[in-house]
């Protein structure tokens, strides 16, 4: 993750996580192992940057989010020592890396820099209006453009180049003009190249020597072509840039915790965010469903690809470690943005249904829990988990969740998500499904859930991820249980989206475990 400025930040990849209540204690203390499981591989692994990362994360969720939860003063004590003197060895080993780190950090930053002066002198040569080709005849165009601007209205600006060398000898032919009149479109003038590879008077106009058109290129037009102005939206709606959440430290503050001071990468100056008040709640039981008619369930934004779209990747993009792993990681973390990627079995989502077929059959939902590895800042899906279960023909609820974690726990697998199914309504996530996924997704970031609707003909099955921060923050905030509408998030925005950073791998293994 990047900071405002674009460059690597330590500090936005390791933000402190605010507690919810919600969530039992021995969850945040399961979040915990799992970060430091996170950093002893990529101890190994020579991933220094990205271990410092998990140091920080595991040091702040015990010194600063743990301490917060109502449950923490009636934990028990030896849990509480355990945990302390991992954390002591977390900041000593956070002081040994720090050097390294900052300078590792300072060397992708300079290279970064050096890629976006190079753009941005590219950018400058063709903004100036430099050319490789017909240099004389590009001149003359910008000169008459120029002109042209000042005799004629803006809607006049589109014509092929062939003709705008011409414009003076044409400026008293009503017929041209009237012509011209009809072939503008109310758009932006298009770029010098586009209109000389595009004339069908080749690019030196009328006084250039006439080429037939080059075989081994095609252009492809609309089979409608309207010659009345066109509205665009993608021209005419202002681009939505991502909302950057910066929280004012305040002059209030008149300590620094420890971590803060000591882990810090810029000598001190960094804040972190300020803590929001916890919600509780007093009823873990589902309510029934209310009527459907007064609920707006959330669905996914029409623009987004499907699953289908995602794309396969063989074994050796997976698995080949040839290279030196330290020096293609470390270069990895200069492009590197947070979720890391999942890969998942194409076979997967196929088993899954067929031992889900007899509930399917039955009209009752069906869930499994998504268990796998790290190796190469990647996750892969190494196992899926059918758990004891409760279903209605709109829900899905595990009973013995400490079952489930003995498993993954003795196999030393990830929580990566969970899987469920629609036997007969459509691919989206309900409420009860998304805060059902929050907890997934407070364990680990990049957790994923997967939809399967058989009875929907256009989506098979979908995979989603709360949106961060904006739906994170709406199911963290909603006290309600059962089905019930979500508001948008406060900087706008779905609650939930597809994933684009999720592999379907054709030569990946699973394990099946069925503990019903």
Known sequence: MRSSSGAFSISANAQKVDVDNRIALRYYYRIADNLLRQADIYREEKNIIDLYIMLMRFSSLISETIPCHRDFQVSLKRERLSFKKKLLNAL?????????????????????????????????????????????????????????????????????????????????????????????????????????????????????QWQPPSTNRGVQYPSNLALTPVEIPSLIQPAEDGVVAVKDSGDS???????????????????????????????????????????????????????????????????????????????ELAHSESPLQVHISTKMMDSFMRMAKSNTDRNLETCGVLAGSLKNRKFFVTALIIPKQ??????????????????????????????????????????????????????????????????????????FRLTTPGGMSVIRQCPQRGFHHHDEPAGGGPIYDSCSDVYMNPSLKFDVMDLR
């Open 92 to 208: 000593t080993e956070l002081e040994t890396l720090k050097p390294t780190v900052q300078s590792l950090i300072e060397e992708l930053n300079r290279k970064r820099m050096k890629k976006v002066a190079k753009s941005d002198q590219v950018h400058q040569i063709f903004s100036n209006g430099s050319s490789l080709e017909w240099p004389a005849v590009k001149k003359q165009i910008q000169t008459n453009y120029e002109i042209r601007q000042v005799q004629r209205p803006v809607g006049r600006d589109v014509i092929s180049q062939g003709s705008w060398g011409q414009v003076d000898k044409f400026s008293h032919s009503p017929s041209m003009e009237g012509q011209i009149r009809v072939l503008s479109l109310s758009v932006p003038r298009p770029k010098e190249e586009t209109l000389s590879r595009h004339s069908i008077l080749g690019p030196n106009g009328l006084r250039g």
């Open 253 to 331: 503050e008149s300590e620094r915790s420890t971590l803060e001071s000591v882990l810090s990468l810029n000598d001190g100056r960094w804040s972190l965010p300020a803590e929001e008040p916890c919600t509780t709640t007093t009823s873990d039981t589902i309510e029934a469903p209310i009527q459907i008619d007064i609920i707006r369930q959330p669905s996914p934004p029409p623009v987004l690809a499907d699953v289908q779209d995602l794309i396969p990747i063989d074994s050796s993009q997976v698995t080949d470690s040839r290279s030196g792993p330290a020096k293609c990681l470390q270069d």
């Open 390 to 463: 409760e279903s209605t023909s709109d829900s899905c609820q595990t009973t013995n969740e400490e079952e489930i974690f003995e498993v993954q726990d003795k196999q030393s697998l990830f929580p990566l998500g969970w899987i469920h199914t629609h036997p007969s309504q459509s691919c989206f996530m309900s409420s009860i499904d998304v805060h059902t996924h929050y907890s997934y997704q407070i364990m680990l970031p990049e957790a994923i859930a997967i939809v399967m609707a058989p009875t929907d003909s256009s989506r098979k099955h979908g995979i």
